[in-house]
């Protein structure tokens, strides 16, 4: 059943996907109520309720419990064993079981060859001896991935065999933390999917995005992918098929390799909103940000169509100082996400530029 016009959701996180989804929220009808350890998170000034205490702050969480009629996340982090105490309370959408999944590298990629999706070659590694076999077997060149917390290219190590001092910093990583290897994948394009499921198992997927990363952070994505039908349909399928298996509800998204020959190999997926789905708030009537907040509440999922063809670029650090430019373009919308502090790096805010689909 539907969750009530003017009840209020939990967002635990309260960046600006947290900011992003309260104000998708307040547009249908809900109030939200925002918990982050940070004083003045981009998500409170939208919100009609935020708790400032740490994201498993039992008491913080209790109150949390008591106010909402479901809570969701903006960021996979949260500690999973306060989502399974909330859980017996009330709805946590998505579940703590995507949560889990998607936290440890290792458990994540074996969940998605046990569906038979195929990723990168990966192995664990903890010693030089793991890490110099698992390297031969991938052909000499792999990625070092600490299994869990790594975001935007942190916690990675590209390592080379002929590359002596990427091996002693790879082997440095992984005898001090829980690390992967993966073999170097040569893609031809990144693309992603961003999907839903509701409660009753309606699912609406979005069109693929091909992303450009630099310095292993988003910086652009474009809408159409360069990519053929039965590349689109593949992605399709193995969105299904991951929000069949953990019987998920809200938006997810997957992101690939789209290799020379058009087959895919998943990369990563994150339960929640994410930064590559950006561009259907202004190329599809229904945002990323709206499907969450329909799918979460149990109210019907919009049509993921989209009007337009898009182009989203983030604004990273002193890119923000391009805002009076970005305002005078047309067919964009800008969004700035209230942060003070313009730090290298940091997701400022971003803009999306549309255009016309153009008939074959
Ligand atoms: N196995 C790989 N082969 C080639 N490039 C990779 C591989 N893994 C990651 N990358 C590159 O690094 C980027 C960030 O890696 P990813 O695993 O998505 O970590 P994060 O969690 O930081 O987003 C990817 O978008 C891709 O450009
Ligand atoms: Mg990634």
Redesign the pocket.
């Known amino acids: 059943m539907a969750i009530a016009s003017g009840s209020h959701i939990g967002i635990i996180g309260g960046g600006q996907l947290g900011r992003m989804l309260a104000m998708a929220a307040a547009r249908i009808g809900y109030k939200t109520m925002i918990l982050d350890p940070a004083e003045g998170s981009p998500a409170f000034e939208v919100a009609d309720k935020h708790i400032v205490a740490k994201y498993d702050d039992p008491e913080a969480l209790k109150q949390l419990a008591e106010a909402c009629f479901v809570i969701t996340y903006e960021f996979e982090n949260v500690d999973v064993s306060a989502v399974e105490a909330l859980e017996s309370r009330l709805p946590c959408r998505p579940g703590s079981n995507a949560l889990a999944t998607s936290q440890d590298r290792l458990v994540e990629k074996t969940f998605f060859n046990d569906l038979g999706i195929e990723t990168?070659p990966f192995k664990d590694i903890s010693s030089r001896d793991d890490l110099v076999n698992a390297l031969d077997e991938f052909g000499g060149k792999g990625?070092l991935?600490t299994r869990r917390l790594?975001?935007?290219?942190?916690g990675?190590v590209r390592v080379n065999r002929d590359d002596k001092a990427s091996i002693e910093e790879a082997v440095d990583l992984a005898e001090n933390t829980s690390c992967i290897l993966?073999?170097?994948?040569p893609?031809e394009r990144?693309v992603s999917v961003i999907a839903a499921r509701s409660p009753s198992g309606k699912i609406a997927i979005f069109d693929l995005a091909e992303n450009i990363?630099k310095d292993?952070i988003l910086f652009s994505s474009t809408i159409p992918a360069q990519a053929t039908e039965a590349t689109q349909n593949n992605a399709r399928t193995i969105a299904d098929k991951v929000l069949r298996s953990l019987e998920y509800v809200g938006i997810l998204a997957i992101?690939f390799f789209l290799l020379e020959d058009g087959s895919l190999l998943v990369?990563?997926f994150a339960p929640r909103v994410h930064n590559s789905g950006h561009w259907t708030e202004a190329a599809c009537t229904v945002s990323q940000f709206e499907q969450h907040i329909r799918a979460i509440t149990d109210q019907p999922l919009g049509n993921p169509d989209r009007h337009s063809n898009c182009v989203m670029q983030n604004l990273l650090g002193d890119d923000v100082n391009q805002a009076p430019r970005i305002l005078e373009m047309p067919q964009t919308m800008l969004h700035l996400y209230g942060k003070e502090e313009a730090r290298d790096g940091r997701k400022m805010g971003h803009f999306t530029k549309i255009s016309p689909i153009k008939a074959d």
């Open positions: 990168a990625i991935k790594g975001y935007d290219g942190k990675q993966e073999g170097f994948v893609f990144e990363h292993g992101e990369n990563e």
